[in-house]
């Protein structure tokens, strides 16, 4: 279970890729963490994503424990990036943006879990 | 009543599809250049096209839920279902059996905010930026106009979300609807099969219609069902 601070750490870094609006009805909960993870991974090609790479990568994919450490510092840095920022690859964060936001959605609202 | 009551009572459910997405950073430049394309040639998804079309699946022949979703097709889904969730784009379907189903739109609306302010003199449609998923590769000659340049090398992008397991992408066509499907399979033959569905007669969106596990023969069965919604 995600405490108070990663919850808002993490909350803070999906409302600056998909807006205050869309995330306001997620739950952050770990299958939110293990979407963010995967699109971490997914999207490290993309410079803007490189904001939340969890530092240092050392090769292989970050399990879930590293990058809940992380959370903080990738918040920080999403602050720092939005204050003014330009040159992104857009069509690379677009589309990884796309993609992943109806298993934010799935994660966010229960729907895999079982009931 | 529960909701599935209503949705059996009123035999159509209608999804009010509202996507937004704000691009983050109001200073983006414009930068179509993309790096996952520049080195995508070796990439088996880099160069992969859908079949010729085959014809139209058969339809599921028990009894169903019709469920009405933009860009203006009917579905029709079995009705031994568990529950149904929605938000205001996606509507998750679970069966009895655990296997479930996900429509997610995806209307103009979306891009113009995923790119926005950068979406100018664009003429590609949403019809577009899915055929060109499924028929164009990075190989093919690029549009000149920037902005439709950015929905067309988002286009051969995505392929690299839809098709990063090896499968064969399928395409069938009913009148007005065009249906481009696939399926990868996890065990025997259930698995994930993913469809992405548009229509002549309203190009503004696209339909992606996601069953998780599901066999594909039953998956095809719902795809059978899909037809243009001519009120």
Not at chain 1, 11 to 36: H, S, T
Not at chain 2, 50 to 77: C, D, F, H, M, N
Not at chain 2, 96 to 111: A, H, P, R, T
Request: charged share 25%; hydrophobic share 40%.
């Amino acid at each position: 279970m995600l405490n108070n601070d990663e919850a808002e750490d993490l909350r803070e870094i999906l409302e600056d890729l998909y807006g205050k609006n869309i995330v306001a009805n997620w739950k952050m909960n770990e299958k939110i963490l293990e979407v963010f993870n995967d699109m971490v991974e997914r999207n490290k090609s993309c410079s803007v994503a490189m904001d939340y790479v969890p530092r240092p990568i050392t090769g292989g994919r970050p399990d879930l424990a590293h990058i809940r450490s992380q959370l903080r510092g990738m918040a920080a840095r999403v602050a720092k990036r939005n204050a003014g920022i330009s040159g992104i690859y857009l069509i690379c964060s677009a589309s990884t943006r796309y993609t992943f936001r109806f298993k934010f959605e799935e994660a966010g609202q229960g729907v895999s879990e079982p009931f | 009543m529960t909701f599935l009551n209503n949705l059996v009572y009123f035999g159509t459910f209608m999804l009010v599809i509202t996507c937004i997405i704000p691009t983050p950073g109001q200073s983006q430049t414009l930068q179509t250049d993309d790096p996952m394309l520049r080195k995508c040639e070796k990439d088996w998804w880099c160069n992969a096209v859908a079949q010729p079309p085959s014809p139209w699946p058969q339809p599921y022949s028990g009894k169903t839920v019709q469920i009405v979703e933009s860009p203006r097709l009917l579905v029709e889904i079995p009705t031994d279902l568990k529950r149904i969730v929605h938000s205001d784009y996606i509507l998750f379907a679970t069966f009895k059996d655990n296997s479930q189903l996900i429509f997610e739109v995806s209307s103009d609306g979306l891009f113009q905010q995923l790119f926005a302010p950068l979406m100018k003199d664009v003429h590609l449609t949403m019809l577009d930026i899915a055929v060109i998923m499924f028929t164009k590769t990075a190989k093919d000659n690029e549009p000149e106009i920037t902005s439709d340049l950015l929905l067309w090398r988002f286009a051969i992008n995505m392929k690299s979300h839809f098709l990063s397991e090896k499968a064969v992408v399928f395409t069938s066509k009913k009148g007005p609807v065009t249906c481009f499907y696939w399926h990868v399979p996890e065990k025997e033959n259930i698995g994930d099969s993913t469809a992405i569905l548009v229509n002549d007669n309203n190009p503004y969106s696209f339909l992606k219609i996601v069953g998780q596990s599901m066999s594909f023969d039953q998956f095809k069965k719902i795809i059978g069902t899909i037809r243009d919604h001519n009120k």
